[in-house]
């Protein structure tokens, strides 16, 4: 129905979590391009909050979480992941570069990039199906779900921004909308 779409790998929290064999599944099975805007801090036992790509910024939730996730703090991304921040954050602006020429030419020129200009890029290639953007949490203990409710409002279209579906009315035989 050529409905554009975002990609939310949920149980992160989970034995036997795995978000790079998750990516490398989207790619084969789905046959689409991940444009991944968060990785996980941690994993599986270990896994304590997501790290935000375009802010680049870190989302934690307390160890002894009695508000059920609805509390995080935003940190610093921790030191140990600087280097895989860098490289998916280059793969990020790079995909986001083929859809936005002027944030190609920031890029290319190595200026600093706007986050707004980024989300601009993301949603204007999430509405054109050249991308899938990819998130991920433990919906279970509600981490990552404020930030999956804030992808879908940012990236994905309201109702007015797709095209009405024409059919066949099966009484009329006549196209409608």
């Known amino acids: 129905y050529r409905v554009p779409r975002i990609v939310y790998v949920n149980k992160m929290d989970r034995t036997g979590a795995d978000f790079d064999r ?9 046959g689409v391009t991940p444009v991944v805007l968060q990785l996980p801090l941690g994993a ?4 304590r909050g997501v790290i935000d790509l375009i802010e680049e910024t870190a989302f934690v939730w307390p160890e002894d979480d009695a508000r059920l996730g609805q509390e995080f703090e ?8 600087a280097a895989k921040v860098r490289e998916y954050r280059e793969h990020l602006v790079d995909a986001l570069s083929e859809v936005d020429e002027k944030l190609m030419e920031l890029y290319l020129e190595d200026k600093p990039l706007d986050p707004a200009a980024l989300r601009a890029a993301v949603r204007a290639g999430t ?14 203990k509600n981490k990552g779900v404020q930030q999956l409710l804030d992808t879908v409002v940012d990236y994905l279209p309201s109702p007015l921004d797709i095209p009405p579906m024409e059919g066949i009315n099966p009484e009329t035989g006549e196209p409608e909308t």
């Open 22 to 30: 998750s990516l490398e599944m989207i790619r084969s099975r789905l």
């Open 44 to 47: 599986e036992d270990g896994f």
């Open 74 to 81: 935003r940190v610093p991304i921790p030191e140990e992941y």
């Open 127 to 140: 509405l054109a199906m050249k991308h899938v953007p990819v998130i991920c949490g433990a919906s279970f």
